[in-house]
């Protein structure tokens, strides 16, 4: 392509250049000045002159979590067909239109049965409905916690250093948009009433969302995405419910997060160390406590101990905040024995003929995908 060159006058754009260079450098020493004495300053961590964010390119974290969160990016048009989700390119759908025209009659129905009025079918058969209010009331958790990750999410993209970590945090900030979105469909697919947060879920959602700079990735990435991880590990072999094995990997992508950006920009000694940050650390994790008492009837209701769900996720999130550096109040195994203690101590005094339980060394996600994702993100074998 040809273009026609346009005359300038040289004089007015020197002119500029230079009225543009003093008013720049003004306008960033003053910035600079109002950050230095916190008065304000610039507020984005962006390095424009090195076309990057503050913190370098870090492609490394890019590539695992940007890219390969494009590469997994599944469609909900696709796997929750009942929703009102549409998220298919015209390629893709004819792709699915193709695979359909080639499965058996036996594949034809399972594809079928996640339309909403037959899904709806589905559910009725396959539940009672203490059990629809059961699984409504354990999956609202995660359904509030969503909102909240959404939130979560958003801020710490502010708060994390280079381009590939705010890649990775702009992926899960799509994700939590469409977690809550989609899981609020199928919540809503069960008709049954939806529970209000519980004030111990509450306490510890509005901790995390108060808590300053990376704390967050302990509130958010380590707890409450390992509970959701946990919960969408338990509950993914169930009838009508297979979508939850999709919301299980990017879980895990969530709560590798932390591992991978603080391999490159670990704590340092102080901050994992803080008495202070040590103590409001452990004050968000203890309301799961009573809350896993709350729960006790729903899990229950479908045949799970919730102290043996309870017990394999706290030894999860316990072995994962130690490894990044999120340090409590107590040694690990320290740790992980007084929280068996009082799962022990509230058994004793509601089961008749309780016995000592390592409700910690229990395993409550099914499913061999979901078992060898869980092992890459926590290195259980290692604990």
Not at 12 to 27: D, G, I, K
Not at 67 to 72: A, E, G, H, N
Not at 125 to 141: C, D, H
Not at 212 to 222: D, I, Q, R, T
Request: hydrophobic letters at 40%.
């Amino acid at each position: 392509m040809e273009f026609r060159k346009l005359k300038v006058n040289d004089n007015a754009q020197q002119t500029n250049a230079a009225v543009e260079n003093t008013l720049n450098f003004a306008v960033r020493a003053f910035d600079k000045f109002l950050g230095a004495t916190g008065l304000g300053g610039r507020k984005a961590d962006y390095d424009d002159e090195h076309y990057e964010f503050v913190g370098g390119a870090n492609d490394e974290l890019r590539k695992k979590h940007y890219d390969k969160s494009l590469r997994l990016l599944w469609k909900a048009g696709r796997h929750a067909e009942w929703s009102s989700f549409n998220d298919c390119s015209k390629e893709e759908e004819m792709l699915v239109k193709l695979a359909d025209e080639n499965l058996s009659e036996t594949e034809k129905k399972q594809v079928s049965r996640m339309q909403s009025a037959e899904f709806r079918e589905l559910l009725n058969r396959e539940y009672t409905p203490a059990q629809k209010q059961a699984i409504v009331n354990i999956l609202s958790l995660i359904g509030h916690g969503e909102a909240y990750a959404w939130l979560v999410s958003n801020e710490v993209l502010r708060d994390v250093k280079s381009t590939g970590a705010k890649a990775a945090l702009t992926m899960q900030v799509l994700e939590e948009a469409k977690h809550f979105v989609v899981l609020r469909e199928l919540i809503h697919a069960f008709e049954m009433p939806i529970p209000r947060l519980p004030v111990y879920e509450y306490m510890m959602l509005e901790g995390t969302l108060k808590s300053k700079g990376l704390e967050k990735f302990f509130g958010m990435n380590v707890l409450v995405e390992g509970i959701a991880l946990s919960i969408f590990g338990a509950l993914s072999k169930f009838p009508g419910l297979e979508v939850l094995e999709m919301f299980h990997l990017d879980e895990s992508r969530h709560c590798a997060l932390p591992t991978n950006y603080l391999k490159t920009t670990p704590l340092t000694w102080w901050e994992k160390n803080n008495p202070a940050a040590m103590v409001k650390r452990f004050a968000l994790v203890l309301p799961a406590i009573p809350l896993a008492f709350k729960m006790e009837p729903d899990f229950a209701e479908l045949g799970i101990d919730v102290f043996d769900f309870g017990g394999s996720l706290v030894r999860k999130v316990i072995n994962l905040a130690y490894r990044v550096g999120f340090h409590l109040p107590l040694p690990q195994e320290n740790m992980k024995d007084f929280i068996n203690y009082l799962f022990n101590a509230y058994c004793q005094a509601t089961r008749d003929g309780h016995t000592y339980q390592r409700f910690l060394d229990r395993e409550a996600t099914t499913g061999e995908k979901e078992l060898a994702v869980e092992r890459e993100v926590f290195l259980m074998a290692s604990a």
